[in-house]
């Protein structure tokens, strides 16, 4: 009988529940022993496993998070840690293992599946900052969230006539506030992949006064050069000469909490059955995206030697409508 662990790695993602859950069922109806590990690979190392059968799993789709738990495994950078995770799985008599997590959590998958380990990793971050994947488990929700506080902030930006800044997540993407920012109709967005000054973003707030606005949103990415309350300060300090009182509200990690909807639902139960697929058809050593809206493998190798680049498309449709 073939014996499969599943892991949650690195940082939650609404959907991750639902994952599990496709994995663990998939797994049993090919007549295969399902086991879960407890806290990521932090858990793998010390050798948290527990066998999870179709009720384990059951009222579980629903919920945010990982009921797995997750952790930062540091010791997995070392030869040390990796070979203590192999042998692990190999007292276990584990033949198969799928990883739900980012770029750090492929990274280990990779990792393990060069010493020899059978692995199929699934693209699971709010962030969406992997390369190979269309979209991953978690950020649509993530956006939702974000674009949910934008529309409640300018009810209020709009009723006393003020600027507010949203830091939402992202210390090395800034997709997140992007997308949030165009889809939430953001008078400007400040994120890590393009260079803005205080100085920029105070000329784009006095040219859309300039142009009849009497209120904005700004998005800001917490990974930009600037974020929120630098940016907040900078303004305080300059006032006299820049004209704007910016109030922020920080989203935080609000932004990984709350319910999966719908697509991520549906993306975490096809990449999760996708895994299994792939294990039982003898191929490992990839990762489970979506791509042109199909599920679709590719080698860890390509996910973990390439970094997603946001669209140039889209960075030039927010500053057209940011008019």
């Known amino acids: 009988m073939k014996r499969v662990a599943v892991l949650t790695s690195g940082g939650d993602a609404p959907g991750m529940n639902a994952a599990v859950r496709a994995i663990v069922r998939s797994g049993v109806a090919r007549g295969w022993a399902m086991f879960g590990v407890r806290l990521g690979y932090a858990g793998l190392l010390g050798g948290d496993l527990v066998e999870l059968g179709p009720r384990d799993v059951g009222g579980i789709i629903q919920r945010g998070g990982t009921f797995l738990g997750s952790s930062r495994c540091f010791e997995m950078h070392t030869d040390v840690g990796l070979q203590r995770a192999v042998d692990v799985l190999q007292r276990r008599g584990i033949t198969g293992l799928i990883v739900i997590g980012g770029d750090g959590s492929q990274a280990g998958a990779f990792a393990l599946s060069r010493k020899g380990v059978e692995v199929v990793g699934v693209a699971s971050t709010i962030d969406n900052d992997l390369p190979c994947t269309d979209v991953s488990i978690g950020t649509t929700t993530a956006i939702d969230i974000a674009l949910e506080a934008i529309d409640r902030l300018r009810t209020t930006a709009a009723s006393h006539q003020r600027a507010f800044l949203l830091e939402v997540m992202g210390r090395n993407s800034g997709y997140l506030g992007l997308i949030a920012g165009i889809a ?13 000054d205080p100085e920029m973003l105070g000329a784009e707030l006095r040219a859309c006064r300039e142009r009849g606005k009497q209120h904005a949103i700004v998005v800001v990415a917490e990974g930009a050069a600037f974020n929120a309350q630098m940016l907040a300060h900078y303004f305080s300090e300059h006032h006299a000469r820049l004209g704007f009182d910016l109030r922020v509200t920080q989203l935080g990690h609000v932004q990984r909490g709350g319910n999966p909807g719908v697509f991520d639902r549906m993306l975490a139960t096809r990449l999760g059955a996708g895994a299994v697929d792939r294990l039982g058809a003898g191929e490992h050593g990839v ?3 979506f791509l042109g809206g199909k599920i679709v493998a590719t080698p860890l190798s390509q996910v973990t030697s390439g970094k997603r680049v946001l669209d140039a498309e889209l960075l030039a449709l927010a500053k057209v409508l940011a008019h």
């Open 184 to 196: 939430g109709g953001a008078e400007a967005i400040v994120i890590p992949e393009v260079p803005t």
């Open 287 to 289: 990762m489970m995206g």
